[in-house]
Structures are given as C-alpha cells and as structure tokens.
C-alpha cells in the first residue's frame, strides 16, 4: 500500500480534485501534462526493454509500476476505492450507434475496491489456464483476446492509467502467441480508436464482447513466416514494431515538457472529482486512457 493511501479520497491532494503527484504539482493542467510526457518516456522504455513476467496480475502490477513510477507513489499498486461500485459516465452504446450525438450519458459500472483482488487473480487464472491464447488460430485468439481484456478493463485495478497498462499487457501477450497487435490504430483521433472505447463500454453494459473483438481483429496479424525468422536488424516482431515507434515517441517528449511549462521530466491530472464517479470517458477514457 502506498503511503497515505488507504480510501478513496486519500487519493487527493486535500480540498482539490487534482491527484497527490511524486513532484508535487498542484496544478490540473501541468499534472496532466507532466504525466501525458513522463508515461510517453516509460511506455517507450518498456517497448526498447520489456517487463519480463507470467502474464499474471503481477506482470501488470509490473508493467503499471514502469509506466507512472515518476508520478504516483501507489504505481503499479492496486486501487484503494471507492468501497462501492466505481462509474464512469459516457455515451450510451446500447441503444445508440457508437458516435451518435443523441445518446445521452450513462453511467458504465467498475469493480469496488472489495472485489478487485479477486477478480483479477481469477481472471489472470483463466489466462493461464487458456495458455495465455497461445496456439489459437486468429479468430479465436481475437476473441478469447477480447473476452480477457473486457473483464480485465471491468476490473479496472489501478486508480489511474488502466488503459496504456493494458495495451503493453495485451501488446506482449499477442507476440507471444505469435501475433502483433497494432497499437498506432488506436492512436488520439483515431476512429478504431472511438471504436474501441465504445465496445468496452458495451461490454460492461451487456457482457457481449463480440464488438470489442470486432474492433480487435482490426488491428491483429500474424508476421509473414519471412518476417518471423528474419533477423533483427529491422523491427519486424510486434514488440519490435512498437520499440521503434517508442523510440521515435520518446524523442518528442522534450517539446511535450516545455508545452507543460515545468522543469521535470512530465504527464495528467485526473479527471476525477472527490466523487466516486470519474468524468466524461469521451475526454478521459480513450485507446490509451490515463
């Protein structure tokens, strides 16, 4: 347990929404960026030098830790709260087309805090149980692939930054069941990216997962058989292909720093309220959320 740490609202700096931060930023705006630029950096080391793990519940912890351990004392540490059931609004998925400016605000469910450990260890059993997808022609896989990640994402075990935790999760587990997953679809704007929030929403809503493997066989491939054996000169593994891109990612994050107008290495405040409800997910919860 992170020091301090012990309810919900100990999450936050006292009498403001913004989250207690590692270089005590006080500001939303500049925690925000601090965190959007320090994760970039994180996320692209652990692509060029990958969490090595079981793809159990530690490998994420593990994963979590690498990516916020310059921002959040409680990295790579399960969530504290609420004690009851966590929402988070966003459009509603069920009864409206995924993008339709009609659809009102929903509230989606998450575990409480209670249940959490649970939950996960449960789930990341019936991971392994599965081979961790290995062996699996495509189809399958994408949708096993889908039905792990939608209750993982339900779940929900960290405060923050569920999302990007999960991509380098899912990212790594697909290489190793000898398929890539293509992470640059779901970048900011993206419409895959729209997509894929909105069947996860409609996962927890329904507990179908077809539209989030839907979404999923978009961006999964296998490597040609020449790419497989080829030597590693260029990127040609689905760690590989994210590597370089981490590479390039982390080039631009000297620029992301001085936009955030601080003197550290940076990334976001959160969005949250002292409430247990966490904002607008079209704004927060995207392809990478916080």
Known sequence: MARGIRTWDDYFIPGTSVLRNLPGVTDRGQLQNYEEAQAL???????????VGRFDYEHMKGIHRRIFQDVYSWAGQERMGPVGVMTKSGPDVVHFPPGDPAAPMVAYAYYPAGAIAEAATTQYWLLAKENHLTGLPQSEFVGRLAEHWGELNTIHSFREGNTRSQFVFFSQLSENAGYSLDTEAFKAGSPLREEFVAARFYHQATTKTDRLASVLDKAISTPPPALQS?????????????????RAAADQTSAAQRKAGLNITARPATRSNQSHRIEDSRTRDDGRER
Do not use: C, F, H, M
Request: charged share 30%; proline share 11%.
């Open 41 to 51: 950096v994180r996320v692209a080391e652990l692509y060029r030098d990958p969490v």
């Open 230 to 246: 080829a030597p590693a000169a260029e990127p040609t593994s689905a760690l590989d292909q994210i590597r370089k891109a981490g």
